[in-house]
């Protein structure tokens, strides 16, 4: 079911919730860890660990869902500034949103915190498969039988690996193309490092091993597992624990600001940095509206120009993946010199739909802009979030 989302200046409006699988509150958080599911704040990627009493921030027009180790999830609408575990009544504050009306909601919501344990009942070998292909911290679970999947960097195969202070290395070829158990001859103890070699022996990176405590976790009970990998420093491996619960109840989303906030001031000609973020992987489309009511593509910056995101990263405009500056329009008399940008992500490349991609950076022409918004309203079928802000010049 397509997603739609046409806000002033944030693409959705989510509510504060607090949900659990024996009830829904508001104010009554426990002090323990999170793990964040879905963010359009910046700072904030899937399967991070919230440690006890951190202050949490997420900004005006940003939203951030977290899960706790007793399948408790909490929505996030910004502004918001303090720790999850200190959350006013919602009595007392506006933004604790209510549930009143919304059975529809919980029952979203009551769901993903339990399908969170589908990884583990489809196979939890999937979650605690090492990629050697990556570098950085990796779990494995105490007393299990541990995989190495094939690398899909083809100058790793074959790969050799070699533990920190250990003479004995293991070179695998997945000849089979299926993953191999861990090398007999390797160690596999909790802070193992170990480094990563292509054929031609030069050393690509290094992993670290973190072996944690699975037993006590019954089957479904994946939100625990996902805070433990996410406070061992396997974010990745929570993030893939984490995909069905995010799925499920965090629908693509958009956030669009500036450097100075969601509703910025500028001198004329001052430069302008934009700040955007979405909760999963999308295409981005960005446009700019100037003082003569004209829209000029901005993002992707050319044709040949991928406009591909990765989710929870946050990207800055201009600087990231778009080198000409942005800058806010000069005041003409008593002429408003106020702009707009319009950003919208989609589930699927939109290029070959969108007039106006062979021309970043030119203003559109009435029928092409006429055309936009055309294509736009027609997607039907096609998730889609959009997000404005409004430049203006002093």
């Not at 991070?48 to 939203?63: E, F, I, K, R, S």
């Not at 869902?65 to 504050?93: E, H, I, T, Y």
């Not at 090398?183 to 973190?210: F, I, K, N, Q, Y």
């Not at 201009?318 to 008593?334: F, H, I, Q, W, Y």
Request: aromatic share 4%; with cysteine; net charge neutral.
């Amino acid at each position: 079911m397509a997603h739609r989302t046409l806000s002033g200046l944030v693409a959705t409006a989510l509510t504060l919730a607090a949900v659990g699988a024996v009830g829904v509150t508001a104010g009554r958080a426990a002090a323990e860890q999170a793990v964040v599911v879905a963010s359009t704040a910046p700072g904030y990627a899937q399967g991070q660990l919230v440690p006890d009493g951190t202050a949490v921030t997420v900004p005006d027009g940003a939203n951030a869902m977290f899960l706790f180790a007793n399948g408790r999830m909490l929505r996030v609408k910004g502004p918001f500034d303090g720790p999850l575990d200190r959350m006013p009544d919602a009595s007392g504050w506006t933004g604790v949103g209510s549930l009143v009306g919304g059975e529809r909601f919980f029952q979203t919501d009551l769901g993903a915190a339990r399908a969170v344990g589908t990884p583990m009942q489809k196979g939890e070998e999937q979650v605690f498969t090492l990629d050697p292909g990556r570098a950085g911290t990796q779990c494995v679970k105490s007393g299990g039988t541990v995989l190495l999947r094939k690398p899909a960097d083809p100058t790793l195969i074959p790969a050799t690996l070699r533990a920190e202070g250990h003479e004995a290395a293991a070179t695998l070829r997945w000849d089979k193309g299926a993953a191999v158990p861990w090398p007999r001859e390797l160690p596999m103890a909790d802070g193992t490092a170990v480094s990563v070699a292509g054929p031609d022996g030069r050393v690509r990176h290094s992993l670290t091993l973190r072996v944690i405590a699975a037993d006590g976790i019954a089957a479904g009970q994946g939100a625990e597992l996902a805070v433990r990998l996410a406070g061992a420093g396997c974010a990745a491996q929570a993030a893939a624990l984490l995909d069905p619960v995010r799925d499920s109840v965090a629908p693509l989303n958009l956030y669009l600001a500036t450097d100075r906030g969601l509703y910025p001031t500028y001198r004329s000609g001052e430069t302008v940095t934009l700040v955007l973020q979405t909760n999963r992987d999308a295409h981005l489309y960005c446009y700019l509206r100037n003082t003569r009511g004209q829209l000029t593509p901005i993002y992707p910056p050319g044709p040949s120009a991928s406009s591909l995101v990765e989710g929870h990263r946050t990207l800055t405009l201009a600087g990231d993946r778009m080198p000409v500056p942005l800058r806010a329009a000069e005041r003409s008399g008593n002429l408003s010199a106020d702009q707009e940008v319009r950003c919208f992500a989609a589930g699927r490349d939109l290029g070959a739909d969108l007039p106006g991609r062979q021309d970043a950076f030119r203003p559109l022409s009435d029928e092409a802009a006429a055309r936009l918004e055309r294509t736009l309203a027609s997607l039907k079928q096609t998730e889609l979030v959009m997000a404005q802000v409004i430049l203006r010049v002093e």
